[in-house]
């Protein structure tokens, strides 16, 4: 490569370089640094306090709690999410055979949760289950059924919202495996057919699941990524609330920073989360794509 | 609309005016405070046309406020003058943003209305840091409907908590999806019911927490009484703030200012009435931590913080109090507006709910405290979270005393 | 083995239309048509793929048209091969044979620590996909993927496992599509001698008609949906039922000459049927029938194709040996053809009609 040829390569690379290091890397540097100080938001003072923070997040019973709530969310938003959405894209790919139309449209109903604004949603999802008011308990009373506080007991409300995230992210989870269905080849499934599995069971095990590896794996990955930074439903629904009993990871950073302001904690809260987070992805990806790649 | 043709009009007649100076306003809660914002600025603009004031795009609550304020102060774009959160003041004098306004007090606050309850809002450690400019105390909004059908009426209803959790026992009985009473696990509704004991979170000079007293103690029970004899359940605040006015729920603790809403809300469904908080202990030991918005300067400026007083004065005056009152529904905190029935008396011959519970505000108000330090806020999530469990059971005394326990270590107290 | 009266449409489109195919056991069939003659679907009605709209598919007398592929033990080897990407050689190669043997509890990870019926199961089925794989040289690659494998292992690999179950009839579709000519012909050997050694019905499924021809005892010529001549490879190049036939088995198109002096000129019968000549039985004879211009000469190694144009405009071809030298472009030039090389086919139906040398 010759020197003009350098020249104008950096030009066209250089501007966005400098804006992603500027917009990205130096804000993420900051809170790196803000994790290991006192440091409020408009505080005139800041201090170093070490792993401190760090400290008080494991450490402490609220901590450890929001940290509970956060895993106790992702697993069962995660299979059951995968799980749905891989049933759903299983019953409309076959649907779409006999019955196109309403195949279609049952689609567009399942990406509708995803299509909408959460925080729209969120209300819709507060009126429908308000205890008394609401739908679901009006119905389940006039079923004879019990009309539980699904936002407001302790012992409910992180089901209750798992359940929403569910909801919201089958639709996507949905299209994704869809596409992954259609691009399986039709003869893979001649063969199965040829080979002896006949019943719908063993065709799913023998071509089905395994084709679908990569898309599953993919799924997986966003599903987590998502599940992980609950946050919209908590902050509109029950603020982290009755008595954390709803507090996830991203709700006790933006309490910390946003509510209580404490930058530096909140920025150790950040920092834990970014690392747990890329160190989650790539495990996912490194470990698991050697075995869905069939290389 | 008008008031920018208005300000247009102002600052082309003041063009000639030797000190023209532009005041940049915060306020927060829109859909309370944007009307009557509107109407005090244009106010004081007609009054002192060498002064333009320009309201910032409101916050949508005082919490987001305060943050915006914080933000902004870092960046050095903070307002001149700001509406907070009477709890959140506090968090703009810990970093020194809010300005002292001692030397703009007149001689005799008194005289313009300042009562000592009053500025006792906006004071810490003898200084004043903010003026109350918007007042609400706890009360009780009762559905009579309800009260009827359960063999009461309003006209003997109960005064002491006793009465009130007999009455709401038997509204809950009535009906499956009806609820009898129901108040808050928080902070300032526990700050109520201790004050209304003759309790204090704190000692004065906040150095050690005393809501582990018996009044504490029985605050608490009120709690645990309201579950286990009437019922209470464990919704959350917006679920009740929803039954309440849809008739489902007999009597709610709440915050004055959510009067009109909630008078909105019933429409002809019910005839909603304000209650008066049952007070426990003797008079003189009483008092309801208020809430409600306080106003604060934070320029620096001197020319400027000239202008600011001249607003924060007109404000905390009977004329835009009398405007406050009227458009938002919250209690006055200017004495004069409540002494003298020329500004109000026609208001409350048309809403003796206001009556009251401005009355109420005018015999008890005091000031709401705010935890100190950088856990301030996070004590009260703790108080929050401690509340529920004697909701759902826990003793109140055990939990009021773990409770301290905590907040002092929380607050570094030991 | 056999197709009754079959049909198959897909909504208004007939694919295939009443045909029907006996394949005895032991035989090597070729179904050889172009592309889009119905022939890979009439393939699939044999397996049991697809459903006939009418007639019947019978097996030893035993009508199987409603049975599933896998209860009419046929195999099939697919034009993509559809190896499951998935498994390894031997996991490929082992399927039908776990699928079939096996219930799907057998086939859980670790069902043999548990039961020693799956262990004797599994070693039975291992030890005959050994043996299959040994038969197709296999043996070293048994743990690979089917992704790491060069065009003609795979093959190899898709034949192992329609073989490792012992069908009662073999269907390949397009076997050697997927290979270069070098390997092609290799593999005709193989599959060939794999016949032999089996014993196998043998069903492919072909446009080739090098490998129709190569390798079947008996060939089926398919024509848009239907039989058009069913016979030994040297019947249908030598006696094509019909002008379609004619030309469409042949390394070069058959000249057709209509109806006409110059086609009389080859045979009397010319006068009101068509005449058909091989380009390889056109040759330069100064005292052939045809006179006709030379349009073009092209040069192929082992053969020169001359284009010709006939005074009454038909364009003829002809093939002679590479050797030959070629005359100048528009030189005109005598042809002719041996009688017993002559072929004739009614003007109107195009059937074809005996003649005398």
């Known amino acids: 490569m010759n020197m003009r040829e350098s020249m104008s390569t950096l030009l066209l690379t250089g501007p966005a370089a400098l804006a992603l290091v500027l917009c990205v890397f130096l804000p993420v540097a900051v809170v790196f640094v803000l994790a290991f100080t006192n440091y409020q938001i408009g505080a005139p003072g800041i201090g170093w306090v070490g792993l401190d923070n760090f400290a008080q997040l494991f450490g402490s019973r609220m901590g450890r709690n929001a940290i509970l709530n956060?895993?106790?969310?992702?697993?069962?938003?995660i299979p059951a999410s995968v799980g749905l959405g891989l049933l759903v894209a299983l019953g409309l790919h076959a649907l779409a055979r006999s019955l196109p139309r309403v195949s279609e449209m049952l689609k567009a109903v399942y990406f509708l949760p995803?299509?909408?604004t959460l925080v729209a949603m969120a209300v819709s999802w507060q009126m429908l289950l308000h205890p008394s008011l609401g739908l679901v308990n009006t119905w389940s009373s006039a079923l004879g059924l019990p009309a539980p506080l699904w936002l407001s007991d302790r012992g409910l409300v992180l089901y209750t919202l798992s359940a929403i995230g569910i909801w919201q992210s089958v639709g996507y989870n949905m299209v994704l495996f869809l596409a992954g269905l259609a691009a399986i080849q039709p003869s893979l499934y001649d063969a199965a057919e040829v080979d002896g599995a006949t019943s719908g069971w063993a065709r799913f095990w023998l071509v089905t699941w395994p084709m679908l590896g990569p898309t599953t794996l993919f799924v997986m990955v966003v599903t987590a990524a998502s599940a992980f930074r609950v946050f919209e439903t908590v902050a509109t629904l029950t603020k982290g609330g009755p008595a954390f009993a709803s507090d996830t990871i991203v709700y006790?950073?933006?309490?910390?920073?946003?509510?209580?302001?404490?930058?530096?904690?909140?920025?150790?809260?950040?920092?834990?989360?970014?690392?747990?987070?890329?160190?989650?992805?790539?495990?996912?990806?490194?470990?698991?794509?050697?075995?869905?790649?069939?290389r | 609309m008008n008031r920018s043709i208005l300000a247009l009009g102002l600052a082309l007649v003041a063009g000639s005016a030797a000190a023209d100076t532009t005041l940049r306003v915060h306020y927060a809660i829109p859909t309370i405070w944007a009307d009557t914002q509107a109407a005090l600025a244009d106010a004081f603009m007609a009054a002192n046309p060498d002064i333009t004031i320009e309201l910032d795009g409101p916050a949508e609550g005082y919490a987001e406020g305060v943050q915006r304020l914080l933000r902004e102060s870092v960046a050095g774009t903070a307002p001149d003058v700001a509406w907070v959160g009477l709890n959140l003041w506090r968090v703009l004098e810990a970093r020194s943003l809010a300005q002292p306004l001692d030397h703009f007090l007149p001689e005799d606050p008194e005289a313009v209305g300042y009562t000592g309850a009053l500025l006792s809002l906006g004071r810490f450690e003898d200084t004043q840091y903010a003026l109350g400019t918007s007042a609400s105390t706890l009360v009780a909004y009762v559905n009579p409907d309800l009260v009827a059908r359960a063999g009461g009426s309003m006209e003997d209803f109960p005064t002491d908590y006793d009465g009130?959790?007999?009455?709401?026992?038997?509204?809950?009985?009535?009906?499956?999806?009806?609820?009898?009473?129901?108040?808050?696990?928080?902070?300032?509704?526990?700050?109520?019911?201790?004050?209304?004991?003759?309790?204090?979170?704190?000692?004065?000079?906040?150095s050690d927490i005393t809501f582990d007293s018996d009044a504490g103690v029985a605050a608490a029970t009120i709690y645990g009484r309201f579950a286990s004899e009437a019922g209470m359940s464990t919704m959350s605040e917006n679920d009740a703030r929803q039954a309440f006015p849809a008739g489902t729920l007999g009597i709610m603790f709440e915050s004055s200012s959510l009067m009109a809403r909630f008078a909105e809300g019933a429409g002809e469904r019910f005839d909603m009435t304000v209650v008066p908080m049952p007070i426990v202990a003797a008079d003189e030991d009483v008092y309801l931590p208020t809430g409600g918005s306080g106003i604060v300067m934070l320029t620096d400026d001197a020319e400027k913080q000239q202008a600011a007083w001249d607003y924060i004065a007109f404000v905390t005056s009977p004329d835009a109090q009398k405007i406050i009152v009227e458009t938002t529904g919250y209690a006055p905190t200017n004495a004069l507006v409540v002494e003298d029935d020329s500004y109000l008396g026609d208001f409350y011959a048309q809403n003796p709910n206001a009556r009251v519970a401005h009355a109420q505000v005018a015999q008890y108000a005091g000031p709401w405290y705010a935890y100190p330090g950088a856990e301030g806020v996070a004590v009260t999530d703790v108080i929050a979270a401690d509340l529920l469990k004697v909701v759902e059971g826990a003793d109140p005394r055990e939990a009021v005393e773990d409770l301290a326990e905590t907040t002092r270590m929380m607050l570094g107290f030991n | 083995m056999s197709l009754c009266n079959v049909s198959k449409r897909f909504g208004d489109t007939t694919v295939v239309s009443d045909f029907s195919l006996d394949l005895f056991a032991g035989e090597f069939v070729a179904l050889l048509g172009a592309s889009g003659s119905g022939k890979s679907t009439t393939l699939r009605m044999l397996a049991g793929l697809e459903r006939p709209s009418s007639g019947k598919v019978l097996m030893d007398g035993v009508d199987v048209t409603d049975l599933r592929p896998a209860a009419r033990n046929i195999a099939l080897m697919f034009q993509s091969y559809a190896l499951y990407p998935h498994l390894s050689v031997r996991q490929n190669i082992a399927t039908p044979l776990r699928q079939t043997r096996l219930s799907a509890a057998a086939r859980l990870p670790g069902a043999g620590l548990l039961s020693g019926q799956v262990r004797k199961a599994e070693s039975e089925i291992n030890a005959r996909t050994q043996s299959v794989a040994q038969m197709l040289r296999l043996d070293g690659l048994l743990e690979r993927r089917p992704g790491q494998l060069s065009g003609g292992q795979q093959q190899r690999v898709a034949l192992a496992r329609a073989l490792v179950r012992d069908p009662s009839a073999f269907l390949l579709d397009e076997p050697l599509s997927n290979l270069d000519t070098a390997l092609r012909h290799s593999t005709r050997e193989e599959i060939r001698d794999l016949h032999r050694r089996t014993g196998h019905a043998f069903l492919l499924v072909t446009h080739d008609q090098t490998d129709a021809l190569s390798m079947a005892d008996r060939i089926v010529v398919m024509i848009a949906g239907r039989v058009a001549q069913c016979a030994s490879a040297a019947d249908i190049y030598h006696r094509p039922a019909n002008r379609e036939v004619a030309r469409f088995i042949g390394a070069h198109r058959m000249n057709i000459l209509p109806p006409g002096v110059e086609a009389a000129s080859f045979h009397p019968r010319g006068m009101q049927d068509d005449i058909g000549i091989r380009p390889e039985a056109l040759q330069a004879d100064p005292n052939g029938a045809l006179l006709a211009t030379l349009t073009n000469a092209a040069f192929h190694g082992e053969e020169t194709l001359l284009r010709l144009r006939t005074d009454a405009g038909a364009e003829l071809l002809a093939v002679t040996e590479g050797t030959a030298s070629l005359p100048p472009q528009g030189t005109k030039m005598r042809f002719g053809a041996q009688a017993a090389r002559l072929h004739c086919f009614d003007a109107a139906t195009g059937l074809r009609k005996e003649i005398k040398a």
Not at chain 1, 70 to 77: D, R
Not at chain 1, 287 to 294: A, G, L, S
Not at chain 2, 176 to 197: C, K
């Open chain 1, 114 to 116: 995803v299509a909408a």
């Open chain 1, 252 to 294: 006790a950073l933006y309490r910390e920073g946003f509510v209580y302001f404490k930058a530096g904690y909140a920025s150790a809260i950040t920092v834990v989360f970014f690392l747990a987070l890329l160190l989650l992805t790539a495990l996912q990806i490194w470990v698991i794509e050697r075995k869905v790649h069939y």
């Open chain 2, 164 to 206: 009130i959790i007999e009455l709401a026992a038997k509204i809950d009985a009535l009906d499956a999806t009806i609820e009898g009473v129901w108040v808050s696990p928080h902070d300032w509704r526990f700050q109520s019911f201790l004050g209304a004991h003759g309790g204090r979170p704190m000692t004065a000079d906040e």
């Open chain 1, 70 to 77: 956060t895993l106790t969310y992702v697993s069962i938003v």
